[in-house]
């Protein structure tokens, strides 16, 4: 029997309004515009001001839900990807099934950083092709801006506030939808990105808070060295593990850490920089959001379109890192 696979029927995006420029950080710390384009690529970021990572998925969502025409009792499953949880329960996911009023779906959160949103597709796929479920959602969305120490320019000039959506539904054709992917994970990772405090290890006290252990720590030149091999590396397995040449790749969808560790990905698949969705210039690195982010701004313009090979790449705290392959089946709105 052909195998069952998971098809990305729609697709939603939402950015907060308020501009965090490079121009305004360096009015916070000691920085500079032209440090941060050229080490990272980014000039400016968006900051949710009001609300919590539950209203940056609900925005998402219903845009998805109107690209769609469905109702959001429609869906049976939720997934959301973050590290900025409203709460650390209940799951964000459940805060979002209730403000859509999704009355028919569970749900959870999955933690894996900026590798989030690829674990959860990956995850999500696996209810699809088994035929438990056919509408599920799947979000990426993270309030970065709520563990963001705006003291250290070591940090603060890297992440911006996002959520995207993405729903799959089943199609019987084998050759399309979710076709490969490739998940990893190394915990010794974990001393170079992490947020030392609030949870059971450090529960929150007066000194905790002092300490500014409430924050993200990351020692960047060390991550972006395993960052730059790994997602290059993980990039160029899925096209050798699929006989694809850089011919075959419609677009590369990478995770928006920094433009310099995006260029070397392309450049070791061999792929041309027009074939790489890049928006690090005006989001920042959004965390779980950026990979469905980029899909839902491309698709909206027009730019993917049925039968493309498009190839979704990350590497995140854990560490975590992977790779998928997706035949793109959702047709152009503009066409
Ligand atoms: O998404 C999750 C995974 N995360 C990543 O993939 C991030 C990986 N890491 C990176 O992207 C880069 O390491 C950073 C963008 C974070 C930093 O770039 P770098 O080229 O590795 O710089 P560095 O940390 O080695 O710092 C170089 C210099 C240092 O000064 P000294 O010691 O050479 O005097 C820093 O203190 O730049 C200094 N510096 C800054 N200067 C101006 C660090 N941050 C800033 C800043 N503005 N914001």
Redesign the pocket.
């Known amino acids: 029997m052909a195998k069952r696979r998971a098809v990305i029927t729609a697709v939603g995006h939402y950015v907060p309004e308020k501009v965090l420029t490079n121009a305004d950080l360096e009015k916070m ?4 515009d032209e ?2 384009q050229t ?2 690529g980014i000039r400016e970021r968006r900051i949710l001001e009001q609300g919590a990572t539950s209203d940056l998925c609900v925005r998402a969502t219903q845009k998805l839900l109107e690209r769609r025409k469905i109702d959001a009792t429609e869906i049976e499953l939720i997934i959301v990807a973050t590290v900025t949880p409203d709460m650390f329960f209940p799951a964000t996911a459940c805060i979002v099934q209730e403000k859509i009023g999704a009355t028919n779906a569970w749900g959870y959160d999955l933690s894996a ?2 590798s989030g949103f690829l674990y959860a597709l990956v995850a999500g796929a696996q209810f699809i092709e088994s035929g438990a479920y056919s509408k599920v959602l799947v979000i990426g969305a993270d309030k970065m801006s709520s563990i963001v120490d705006y003291t250290d ?2 940090t603060c ?2 992440f911006g506030d996002a959520g995207a959506a993405v729903l799959l539904e089943p199609s019987d054709n084998p050759h399309e939808g979710l076709l490969d992917h490739r998940l990893y994970c190394d915990g010794s990772g974990g001393a170079y ?1 992490h947020m030392k405090g609030g949870g059971s290890l450090n529960p929150p006290t007066h000194e905790t808070v002092d300490k500014r252990m409430h924050y993200i720590y ?1 020692d ?2 060390s ?2 060295k395993v ?1 730059v091999i790994g997602m290059a590396e993980v990039s160029a397995e899925i096209m050798k593990r699929n006989n694809l040449t850089a011919d075959d790749v419609a677009w590369l969808v990478p ?1 928006q ?2 433009l310099r ?1 995006i260029d070397a990905t392309a450049e070791r698949m061999g792929i041309d920089r027009s074939k790489v969705m890049i928006n690090i210039d005006t989001y920042g ?1 959004t ?1 779980a959001a950026t990979i469905p982010l980029c899909l839902s701004e491309w698709w909206e313009r027009g730019e993917l379109k049925p039968g493309q090979n498009i190839v979704l790449a990350s ?3 854990g560490y975590t890192w992977g790779a998928a392959l997706v035949k793109w089946t959702l047709d152009n709105p503009k066409s």
């Open positions: 710390v000691d920085t500079n440090w941060i080490r990272t950083a900026c320019r070591n000039i890297l990105l990351q960047g030149k991550v972006f960052a995770h850490a920094n560790i690195n965390t590497f995140g705290a």
